[in-house]
Structures are given as structure tokens and as C-alpha cells.
């Protein structure tokens, strides 16, 4: 391959996406972010460009990958004026991998367009890890035909393919997104109630998660996140300040469609009172934090960072 | 075993766990019912004593299964006084097989003592197909040595053991089933919020179900309620009504422990409004009828069958 690729926010996740692709032959050509530092550092260990705007990058490159943080970080790097990724952009193609709206993902595509180039979104379903290792879940979302070109890209970043599914037109794989983003985190915050109550009635949790394991109460995040809330084990992989946007983005769209979800508004109410209580950057898991006695938020540490994806 | 065992409340549970000892070779010697006729069939099936009271319950048997509803009902079954299994309970055993409080529980085991009987706590957390095949999920609370007294019985319901939990002093195995409850109810719930929401959106809910599958979303649920909400099959295995109670107990726990679980208390609020609508005797999986558009209750029908479990 010797398309120039690019990539947009160089966060964890966009970060560990550049040195997959470096690792699997692809021409990784210049790297952005809008903490400049972070930039310079993976350049200078990937052996490409910094870039100094949005502009350069897509000058340096043939398809842009996309990882920020929000809609509005979206609406910035793809602005109509100022410095921006459709400045020069006829004939580049942008993959857009970060959760943010359905209507987003359409608005790029149109604006895309209109500077001559193409968009798919690419959402991704997994964690630091899988990016690293090339074996992200990927849902891609546009034209098909411009789907089938970049097969090989996106192949090498989801196991060879076998996590790679194509969706529909723009907007459905970010609807797609928002929707298992939503029932994890209720899922999250649900598993979170079990473990804090019966911890308060003193029952052996390692036997309570075995049991929940072998029945009903058995789901994926009790795999990912039951031992991390027992163990107070937050460190991130995935943030409750992003949990707290991806049900947001979810219940935006059942708001929309007129639908009553009171367990998706019950979990985003838990993942927003940590990000106010200030432990936003801690893991989904550290949810268990407020819903276990002698837990909970300590309000004078505040810190905050940004995340980059 | 030459030991008689009886079965009080024959509902789907009981009955089909009086069929699977029989046919493992234990004798049954009584079954009874609040309602005689559904009694005196299973008693004419399995030819055995259709039971008039629950003293004579207790003269027929050594061991007596409960499978009732609710607190209430085991209230009744062990009364004071008047008709009672309790009644010349000298040297019995009674193994209490209902979700019903850990409260409940314990004060049960406290009046059985008094009579000179013993009594065991043993939580089911599977359904009405697993009941007659003997691969039940059984959770034991109570006397250690008493459990394994009775080892053989418990094990030829629980598939040869490999299901069987002793979890601790009466009342701790009711918990740990209140809480396995609460927190598939809050899956279930979730799981319909989403493939409401996903259908709202005009998404193929084959691919959106497949894509759960694969990532953070999946769970027990989505695999055995899934396919029956989008396909609106809610022939009730676990009812609406019991997973109301269900989440009902462990909020009470909560409470008691001054925890705040809005998911829990999210999902109550569900299968109650589907108690209320007249839909409790639909299947858990039911509650998809609140959350997809143009379904809903039908506030004409409002029959109700009491279950028996």
C-alpha cells in the first residue's frame, strides 16, 4: 500500500491505531492533535510528520483517520472556515472513528463531499488493547463502494477482518454504536448495584460473581469490570466521562424517536454524577464507587484530563 | 431413598420438580395446592395423595418441597396457627424453594425449630424446562450439615449436582437470588431499551442483536430474551409479576442498607408498570412491549393467572 495515511487525535486509542498500522507496512505520514506535545512525541517515535494544522495533515496524506473527543471536536476539524481537514481536500477519504452523533457522522459526509473527498465512519466497539494490537471491533458506516476500497486498512486494524463489519449508509454504524454503548453502561451501572449490595450484606463477592457468572445476571462487563469494582481497580479504559457522552448520544436519539428508556437515563445519571463529582476519568468499572457503602466520591480531588478519543 | 417427599404448590416449578424426583425413583407421597384442582391433577399423574390440608401434608411426608409465591404465601403455609405445615412437624425437613425474602427465610427456620422440624432455603435461578429435566441452578441457605443430609434429593434436581451452591446460614442463598434477580432485570429491561431504540431507528435488529452479541452489550439475556422481544413471543417461562417481586426484595435490601440503586429501582419501575397495564403474566421478556414503538399495553385485557411459584 502506498496511500499516505494520517491520523487526527492521537489519544490512546488513535495513538495505539498509528503504531498498528506502522507495524503492519502502511505509510503513516503525519499525526495531529490539539495538544501539540503529544503530537511531536509520536511523530518523532513513528518517524513522521507533526503536523502544525489541520490543513497540513491533509496535504501529507491520501485518507485521514479521525479520534476525537465529541460532536463538538468533529465540528472543529471539519469546519467550514479557518484552518480545517477540508482545506485541499479533493480526492482525500477520512475514516472517523470516534463515538459521536449519527447526524455528525451525515453532516462530515456532506461537507466531505463538498470539498471533493469521501467520509465513512468507523466505530469502534473495543479498548486500548485491541487498537495495539489490530483486533478492534469496527463498524463502518457510508458508501459501500468506498467501504470496499479501504478493506485492507481497516482489515489490518480489526483482526484480519474478522471484527470488521460493514453497517450501512453514514449515520446507521454510529446509531449502531450508541445503541451497545448504552445497554453496556446500564449493564455497567446494574452490575455495579449487585456487587454494592452485597458487599453491604457481607456476602463473599468472589462466590456472588460466580454465581451471577452461571445465571441470568451474567453479562459481559461482569467478565470485564466485576473483579475491577470489587478491587477499586479504575484505571482507564474506558472513561465513565465517555460513558456519560455515549449514553447521552444514545438517549438524544430516543428522544427524538418519542421512546421512554428509564434504565438508559437511570445509567447516564450515574455516569454524570461522577464526572461532576470529579472521577470522570476513572474507568466505567469505578461506577461501583458510588454504589458501594464507605465508597464514593471524594469532592476536594478535582483533576481532569482529555482523553483524545 | 425410602424417605416421602410432598410438594406444596404445584404451579410450572413444583409440578415438574414432583415429575423429575418420581422419575428419579424418590417417592412422592403428597402434593398440594391453594388451588385443590390443579392439586388433584398432578396427584392423579403422579398417583399419589392429593392433599386436604397442609397439616395432612406434613403427616404424609419426611421432606416437604414449598414452591409458592410470594412472602405472603410462605407466611400462610408455615402459620401459627390454624391449618399449617408446622402441625405434627416433628422430625420434618422443609426445603423452601420460592424467591421470597431471606427475611422470610429466617423466620421460617425459626418456627420449624420451634416444632422440632429443620428447614433449608433452596434458590432456584432457572425455569419451568430445567425444573422437569433435574438442571436446576440451586442455591442452598441454612445448616451446612443439614444440606448435606439431604445431598442426594438436591443433586437429582440439580443435575447430578453440578448446579448445586451451598452458600450459607439461612437467609444468605435468598440474597444472593434476590440479587442474581435484580440485576437480569436490569439487563432485561436495558437489553429492550436498546432493541426498542434500534428499531426506532429503522436498524436490522438481526445485525444490531449480532453486534450486541459481540461486544460490551452482550449478556445471558440478550441471548435468551433477545430474539423473543423482537419477535414479541413472551410465553411466560419467568413472569413479569415475579421479576416485580424480585426486584421488590432486593430493593428492600437496599434500602435497609441505605444504598441508592437507580438501575434496580429503574427496572422495578418497568415490570410494575407491566403489572399495572394488565401484562404481569407475560413473560420478563415482555417488557420490550414498553419500549418499542406502537406496542404497548392494551389496557382492555386485563386478566391475571396467579403462577404458583
Known amino acids: 500500500m502506498s496511500l499516505r495515511i494520517a491520523v487526527v487525535g ?3 486509542m488513535g495513538a495505539n491505531m498509528a503504531r498498528r498500522l506502522v507495524e503492519r507496512g502502511f505509510s503513516v505520514s503525519a499525526v495531529f492533535d490539539s495538544r501539540p506535545g503529544v503530537a511531536a512525541e509520536l511523530a518523532a517515535e513513528l518517524g513522521c510528520l507533526s503536523a502544525g494544522t489541520l ?11 479521525t479520534v476525537v473527543t465529541d460532536d463538538r471536536a468533529m465540528e472543529r476539524i471539519f469546519s467550514r472556515k479557518g ?3 477540508l482545506k485541499g481536500a479533493q480526492g482525500r477519504l477520512f475514516i472517523n472513528c470516534a463515538t ?5 457522522h451525515r453532516e462530515v459526509l456532506k461537507r466531505a463531499r463538498k470539498a471533493g473527498a469521501e467520509s465513512l465512519e468507523a466505530c469502534m466497539a473495543s479498548s486500548i488493547t485491541q487498537a495495539r494490537s489490530g ?3 469496527l463498524m463502518v458506516g457510508g458508501e459501500r463502494a ?3 476500497r479501504v478493506q485492507p486498512l481497516l482489515r489490518s486494524l480489526s483482526d484480519g477482518g474478522k471484527l470488521l463489519r460493514y453497517i450501512g449508509p453514514a449515520g446507521t454504524a454510529a446509531q449502531v454504536k450508541a445503541l451497545v454503548n448504552m445497554v453496556m453502561n446500564i449493564n455497567t451501572a446494574g452490575l455495579a448495584e449487585g456487587l454494592g449490595l452485597g458487599a453491604a450484606l457481607g456476602l463473599d463477592l468472589k462466590m456472588l460473581m460466580e454465581v451471577f457468572s452461571q445465571t441470568g445476571a451474567n453479562s459481559r462487563v461482569l467478565a470485564t ?5 470489587v478491587n477499586r481497580e479504575h484505571s482507564c479504559f474506558f472513561s465513565a466521562a465517555h460513558a456519560a457522552k455515549d449514553s447521552g448520544i444514545a438517549l438524544d436519539l430516543a428522544r427524538k424517536a418519542r421512546l421512554k428508556t428509564p434504565l438508559a437515563s437511570a445509567a447516564l445519571g450515574q455516569f454524570r454524577r461522577m464526572v461532576s463529582a470529579g472521577l470522570g476519568d476513572l474507568d466505567k468499572s469505578g ?20 482523553t483524545g478519543r
Open 225 to 229: 469490570d466485576g473483579e475491577d469494582m
Open 287 to 306: 461506577v461501583a464507587e458510588l454504589t458501594f457503602k464507605g465508597r464514593g466520591p471524594k469532592p476536594r480531588r478535582r483533576g481532569r484530563r482529555s
Open 146 to 148: 468506498v467501504f470496499d
Open 10 to 12: 492521537v489519544g490512546r
Open 100 to 104: 459521536v452523533s449519527p447526524a455528525i
Open 135 to 137: 483486533t478492534l471491533y
Open 83 to 85: 484552518d480545517s481537514l
Open 55 to 65: 490543513a497540513d495533515v491533509t496535504a501529507a496524506a491520501d485518507i485521514v483517520l
